[in-house]
């Protein structure tokens, strides 16, 4: 990610602290993915998978979303199983990992799931799974997608992004 977009997370993190920023940060990528051009895109605040998505060519993406500061994410169970739940609907499990440091992007990883197990999931271990062409359209719009919200994420959070996002789902009906 560029300096910029950088610098504008780790404003909002410093303000809302990690937890809230997970959260946060899942809702920027759930808007980065209308930018991209998905749709049929479910953004879930509590159990399940974090976001459903579907690509112009009409694959299906279930996404859980993890962002972290060191060199690994966690997994646990309840994680898993989300996931497996959503493929019995056809959907592709992934995982969507961004580190906050300087020159990083979201990694997208369709990591098989009898490969996974709770705990901590080193990114060097993502990297083999990526699915480099979403990165591609994912990483730029969500860059587009935190600058632009920037200033009102910062003055209302969560709360705002929620908004945001009601409003594209009744745009797309």
Same mark, same amino acid.
């Given at each position: 990610?560029?300096?910029?977009?950088?610098?504008?997370?780790?404003?909002?993190?410093?303000?809302?602290?990690? *937890? +809230?920023?997970?959260?946060?940060?899942?809702?920027?990528?759930?808007?980065?993915?209308?930018?991209?051009?998905?749709?049929?895109?479910?953004?879930?605040?509590?159990?399940?998978?974090?976001?459903?998505?579907?690509?112009?060519? *009409?694959?299906?993406?279930?996404?859980?979303?993890?962002?972290?500061?060191?060199?690994? +994410? %966690?997994?646990?169970? =309840?994680? +898993?199983?989300?996931?497996?739940?959503?493929?019995?609907?056809?959907?592709? %499990?992934?995982?969507?990992?961004?580190?906050?440091?300087?020159?990083?992007?979201? +990694?997208?990883?369709?990591?098989?799931?009898?490969?996974?197990? %709770?705990?901590?999931? %080193?990114?060097?271990?993502?990297?083999?799974?990526?699915?480099?062409?979403?990165?591609?359209?994912?990483?730029?719009?969500?860059?587009?997608?935190?600058?632009?919200?920037?200033?009102?994420?910062?003055?209302?959070?969560?709360?705002?992004?929620?908004?945001?996002?009601?409003?594209?789902?009744? =745009?797309?009906?």
């Amino acid at each position: 990610m560029k300096v910029d977009t950088f610098q504008h997370l780790q404003q909002i993190r410093a303000k809302f602290g990690p *937890g +809230i920023f997970g959260k946060i940060a899942q809702k920027l990528l759930a808007l980065a993915l209308y930018e991209a051009g998905f749709f049929d895109i479910v953004e879930r605040e509590v159990q399940g998978a974090d976001i459903d998505a579907t690509n112009i060519m *009409g694959k299906k993406f279930t996404l859980e979303v993890k962002t972290t500061d060191g060199e690994s +994410i %966690p997994i646990s169970r =309840e994680n +898993i199983e989300a996931l497996k739940d959503r493929t019995k609907d056809g959907y592709l %499990p992934v995982i969507a990992a961004l580190r906050i440091q300087m020159f990083e992007d979201w +990694i997208f990883a369709n990591i098989p799931l009898g490969d996974l197990r %709770p705990g901590s999931l %080193p990114l060097s271990r993502l990297r083999a799974y990526r699915i480099k062409d979403i990165e591609t359209f994912v990483c730029s719009a969500f860059e587009v997608v935190v600058n632009q919200h920037f200033s009102s994420v910062l003055a209302g959070g969560e709360y705002y992004l929620s908004q945001v996002l009601a409003q594209k789902r009744n =745009e797309r009906k």
